[in-house]
Antibody, heavy 121, light 107 residues
Framework: EVQLVQSGAEVKKPGESLRISCKGFGYTFTNFWIAWVRQMPGKGLECMGI????????RYSPSFQGQVTIAADNSINTAYLQWSRLKASDSAIYYC??????????????WGQGTLVTVSS | SSELTQGPAVSVALGQTVRITCQGDSLRNYYASWYQQKPGQAPLLVFFGKNNRPSGIPDRFSGSRSGNTASLTITGAQAEDETDYYCNSRDSSGNYVFGTGTKVTVL
């Protein structure tokens, strides 16, 4: 059974650093792109960027370029989303999702349970 | 444009049919995928591509595309279908973009 399991909720102060994780189970982790998706309180979904764990090819959506870093460690089937200096506006739920392509049709077929990040002084 | 625009809300009588639309230039080149999100839960893929429904998704969910508009149709809406729906596709740079979301109310 395919699963993406994310790390637990975090409470941080502005200016602190943070790394959250997403571990894949039940499939060959290096063969599928992983996306990170932000959902701010009461708002919609935003794709932050994607990473291909097989070669660490990473693509950032324009709004998030330079704001976060996406990485992966194939040895433990885990993708990461990290911030060097958090802001209050980074408070949100962050989801990871597996990207699947079937005959050229792309979708996010499996999702993690979400990680709530709260940034407050 | 890299935007995908959805109507904010739509209502449907129990057992009737409702169509949720998603507009954007990129949809002329790429099919959309559709996600259902219930409060406090992760999104769930309900339809993608030209004609793909994931295993376990009821066949009352279907998708289509015409020009720059993609649609998700729920035929015979049930009470449990009342929630938020998002489309997704790729823009001209290959970035994945979500629609603005539509809240479905089942009356």
């Amino acid at each position: 059974e395919v699963q993406l399991v994310q790390s637990g909720a975090e409470v941080k102060k502005p200016g602190e650093s943070l790394r959250i994780s997403c571990k894949g189970f039940g499939y060959t982790f290096t063969n599928f792109w992983i996306a990170w998706v932000r959902q701010m309180p009461g708002k919609g979904l935003e794709c932050m960027g994607i990473i291909y764990p097989g070669d660490s090819d990473t693509r950032y959506s324009p709004s998030f370029q330079g704001q976060v870093t996406i990485a992966a460690d194939n040895s433990i089937n885990t993708a990461y989303l990290q911030w060097s200096r958090l802001k209050a506006s980074d408070s949100a739920i962050y989801y990871c999702a597996r990207v699947t392509s079937s005959y050229g049709d792309h979708c996010f077929d499996y999702w993690g349970q979400g990680t709530l990040v709260t940034v407050s002084s | 444009s890299s935007e995908l625009t959805q109507g904010p809300a739509v209502s449907v009588a129990l057992g009737q049919t409702v169509r949720i639309t998603c507009q954007g230039d990129s949809l002329r080149n790429y099919y959309a995928s559709w996600y259902q999100q219930k409060p406090g839960q992760a999104p769930l893929l309900v339809f993608f591509g030209k004609n793909n429904r994931p295993s376990g998704i009821p066949d009352r969910f279907s998708g289509s595309r015409s020009g720059n508009t993609a649609s998700l149709t729920i035929t015979g809406a049930q009470a449990e279908d009342e929630t938020d729906y998002y489309c997704n596709s790729r823009d001209s740079s290959g970035n994945y973009v979500f629609g603005t979301g539509t809240k479905v109310t089942v009356l």
